[in-house]
Nanobody, 123 residues
């Protein structure tokens, strides 16, 4: 089972950018599709985006399209979530997750999860 650790969250102003990353260990990242989800206080967990094993295929939630990009560097065993033009409603804990299949939005399709990194967008 792959272990995942996120980093790169933080505090940013509306309109700014952040790039959380997800470092995998215990198993090569190239064997997994990598997804990102988020959970804001008082809200359900929400799918953000996913990238297939080689970066050639991606899928995004409507809220992320045009602003967020999911990509990966298998040589570094790391997946990334580039977030641009951030809005206050993007504030949440962002977690990465690994799946043997791509590209599903459903949480039950992901077998390993990171602990998450906090993203706060201030207005």
């Amino acid at each position: 089972q792959v272990q995942l650790v996120e980093s790169g969250g933080g505090l940013v102003q509306v309109g700014g950018s952040l790039r959380p990353s997800c470092l995998a260990s215990g198993h090569p990242l190239r064997d997994y599709a990598m997804g990102w989800v988020r959970r804001a206080p008082g809200k359900e967990r929400e799918f953000v985006g996913v990238v297939n094993w080689n970066g050639g295929t991606t899928k995004y939630a409507d809220s992320a399209k045009g602003r967020f990009t999911v990509f990966r560097d298998n040589s570094k065993n790391t997946a990334y979530l580039q977030m641009n033009t951030l809005k206050a409603e993007d504030s949440a804990i962002y977690s990465c997750a690994a799946s043997h299949y791509c590209c599903d939005e459903r949480s039950e399709e992901y077998t390993s999860w990171g602990q998450g990194t906090q993203v706060t967008v201030s207005s």
